[in-house]
């Protein structure tokens, strides 16, 4: 072999791991893709029963339900749509009616039931968090309260 096939194959089998590489990246960020929408969301759009999402928006008033065991059916609104969320754990702490919530997980088979494995809750009075902000401001549900002085 020569110095400029060496070169060539060096640089050839250089590329190759690098392309590798990215694939596998890439793969990698797909399987753990989860989408973020919110309740009025599903007004317009059908999401598969096994399509990973995360959901956001507010706690409704009057809507948290805790069953025997750690069950806990709530119902999650952006002012225009609400979504029957059901989540079997702990919730945290400061989860509450009326908070800044962020659910993650898929709808049942069959049902308009989304079925949470893992619950993002509001953790002080001055974070909400930013998708779900972002939204509830463009629809006029959620305003910041001005800071005092």
């Known amino acids: 072999m020569t110095r400029k096939q060496k070169r060539l194959a060096v640089i050839g089998g250089g590329m190759s791991f690098i392309i590798a590489a990215v694939l596998l990246v890439m793969f990698a960020f797909g399987q753990s893709v989860a989408y973020f929408y919110m309740p009025s969301d599903f007004d317009k759009m059908v999401v598969g029963p096994e399509t ?14 805790r069953s025997e065991g750690s069950t806990v059916r ?10 029957p969320v059901t ?14 919530v ?16 893992s619950v993002l809750a ?4 001055n974070y909400m968090p930013k998708e779900v902000a972002d939204r509830l401001k463009a629809d006029g549900v959620w305003q910041e309260e001005e800071k005092t002085q």
Not at 74 to 83: E, K, L, P
Not at 88 to 99: A, K, N
């Open 52 to 65: 990973r999402i995360r959901l956001g928006g507010l706690v409704e008033e009057g809507s948290v339900v």
């Open 74 to 83: 709530f119902s999650v609104t952006d002012g225009t749509a609400t979504v």
């Open 87 to 100: 989540y079997v754990g702990i919730l945290p702490d400061l989860f509450r009616e009326g908070q800044g």
């Open 102 to 117: 962020v659910t993650e997980g898929k709808f049942a088979a069959g049902s308009k039931v989304f079925s949470a494995d």
């Open 122 to 125: 509001k953790h002080d009075e």
